[in-house]
């Protein structure tokens, strides 16, 4: 089985990376910085010898980067099976008070990354009738998030994303899933002063995307939220 997983060197990416690894499958890893794939290449190997690793630096940012991204996937995987869209970024701020560009930049991050790796490998597993994509979304999706209503917007279009292709997918057996994280303690929340308790850790949505991975072949889990026990931080 082949899976990609867009932004794996860190946080959420990099444990569900991990976590895939442990259950055999091999893996397409990309990031913008060719030392952290290639020590996470590393320590994934060391995970399980017996997958195959690959990963180019990429900014899901840009399209032409992007794209080259796809053609290195192709070249290496015939077929993907398990399409995983984790890459995002988060700027906080007032819709009337932050820079024009915050959101274009959260737009192509957080929406368009998804929207074209899906059209691509998405139409692939139109034909084979077999696949699976996950997007990793937030709670902004169902909940906005007032101190970052950009960000919120782009989440919420994500989540849209997310139902659409579920939608003109099912009828080829091609499971989508949004995997909706609340609060998690990833490297966004470094110098803070914060209760770890307080928070989902990376490696819990890591195993909520591998059972549902793992489901039955009639089984899809449309949309899961995951919160933190005493609410959001």
């Known amino acids: 089985m082949n899976?990609?997983?867009?932004?794996?060197?860190?946080?959420?990416?990099?444990?569900?990376?991990?976590?895939?690894?442990?259950?055999?499958?091999?893996?397409?890893?990309?990031s913008r910085?060719?030392?952290?794939?290639?020590?996470?290449?590393?320590?994934?190997?060391?995970?399980?010898p017996l997958i195959?690793?690959?990963?180019?630096?990429?900014?899901?940012?840009?399209?032409?980067?992007?794209?080259?991204?796809?053609?290195?996937?192709?070249?290496?995987?015939?077929?993907?099976?398990?399409?995983?869209n984790n890459v995002g970024t988060y700027i906080p701020g007032s819709i009337f008070d932050e820079e024009d560009d915050n959101l274009s930049l959260q737009?192509?991050?957080?929406?368009?990354?998804?929207?074209?790796?899906s059209k691509v490998f998405g139409k692939q597993m139109r034909e084979n009738k077999s696949g699976h994509i996950i997007n990793i979304c937030s709670v902004a999706a169902v909940r906005p998030v007032v101190q970052a209503g950009p960000y919120t917007v782009t989440k919420f279009a994500l989540l849209g994303l997310t139902r659409v292709l579920?939608?003109?997918?099912?009828?080829?057996?091609v499971k989508v899933t949004a995997v909706i994280p609340g609060s998690t303690l990833t490297e966004s929340w470094d110098g803070e002063s914060v209760n770890p308790e307080r928070f989902i850790l990376p490696v819990d949505v890591a195993e909520a995307v591998l059972n549902?991975?793992?489901?039955?072949?009639?089984?899809?889990?449309?949309?899961?939220?995951?919160r933190p026990v005493g609410g959001e931080v």
Do not use: W
């Open 107 to 117: 737009m192509k991050l957080n929406l368009e990354s998804a929207f074209y790796l």
């Open 33 to 48: 910085n060719l030392n952290d794939i290639e020590q996470v290449k590393a320590e994934l190997s060391q995970v399980n």
């Open 3 to 30: 899976a990609l997983i867009t932004g794996a060197t860190k946080g959420i990416g990099k444990a569900i990376a991990f976590k895939l690894a442990s259950a055999g499958y091999n893996l397409a890893i990309c």
């Open 52 to 84: 195959t690793v690959i990963g180019i630096p990429t900014d899901c940012a840009e399209l032409k980067q992007l794209h080259s991204f796809i053609n290195f996937v192709r070249q290496h995987f015939d077929v993907l099976d398990v399409l995983i």
């Open 212 to 226: 549902c991975l793992q489901l039955s072949k009639g089984c899809n889990i449309d949309e899961l939220i995951i």
């Open 166 to 173: 579920r939608e003109e997918l099912m009828p080829f057996n």
